[in-house]
Every structure is written in C-alpha cells, then in structure tokens.
C-alpha cells in the first residue's frame, strides 16, 4: 500500500508539473483609447487665466498622457493640499534652477513664479501637482521630503 501511495503521489506532481507548463494559446488584443493616443502626440498643457494675468505652459513629452493615464483622477487631492506641496516643490525647483553647477540645467531650467497666497484655482494646482509627481518620477528626483507617489 505504501507503494502505491507514493506512485500516486509522484504521478500527481509529475500531473500538476505538466499542466502548469502548458502553453497558454490567449491572444490579447490590446484596447486602442483614440483620446490618449492623442495625448500622446501633444506634449504642451497651456492654462490661461486672463482675469488673474497668469499662464502656465508644461512642454513634456508624456505628461498629457501620464495625466489622463496614471495621475489620481480630479477630486481626489483636495486644494489646499495641493497648493501646500506645490508651495514647497516650487522653493526646491527654484533653488536647484539657481544652481546649474550642482544640478542639471537641462532638467531645471526656468524658475516656476508661483505665489502661494494666490488664489490659482483647482485645475492649475491640480496640473502643476501632478507635473511634480510626473517630473519626480521620470526623471528620478526628489524635490521635497515627501516621496513621490500616485
């Protein structure tokens, strides 16, 4: 009897061994979004506000996609939240744009002119937030204390 337990038992492995090495014949077909394929090829995010007088204009390739794809969706941060971490990644952006010998000029190259008692509206915080996040994780930086995660 004890034989045939273990015959038993390696012929169930050897089973299970053959079956988990079967070749899956799934074919995927990959969902085509024609939006984000569009954000793909428009790497420039303006946002005007003539009544306040200020632009922002992100050139990056990526970021319109990142947004629509990864970021956490509007609503979720609420503004003041965003408006304080972006307080602080503008003081650290600009220090390092005043430092072209310690960082890169090519990562940092134009100071960011943001107030933080203006009032700029959630979709500005919303998209400077998120180009933070993006910025950090792409190009493996950390402006500030917190680490940057979606």
């Not at 307080?87 to 000029?105: A, G, T």
């Amino acid at each position: 009897m004890n034989h045939l337990m273990k015959y038993l038992l390696y012929l169930s492995l050897i089973a299970c061994f053959i079956y988990g090495c079967k070749a899956v014949n799934k074919t995927t077909v990959p969902i085509k979004d024609e939006n984000l394929e569009a954000l793909k090829r428009n790497d420039t995010v303006t946002i005007v506000n003539e009544e306040e007088a200020y632009e922002i204009i992100i050139i990056e390739p990526g970021f319109n996609f990142w947004v629509a794809s990864q970021a956490r969706p509007r609503g979720y941060y609420s503004q003041s939240f965003m408006e304080n971490r972006n307080h602080l990644y503008v003081i650290e952006w600009n220090q390092r744009v005043l430092q072209p010998h310690r960082y890169s000029p090519n990562l940092y190259e134009l100071q960011i002119n943001y107030d933080h008692v203006t009032d700029y509206g959630y979709e500005v915080n919303y998209l400077l937030y998120n180009y933070f996040l993006y910025f950090q994780r792409t190009y493996k930086q950390r402006l500030g204390p917190f680490v940057p995660r979606i």
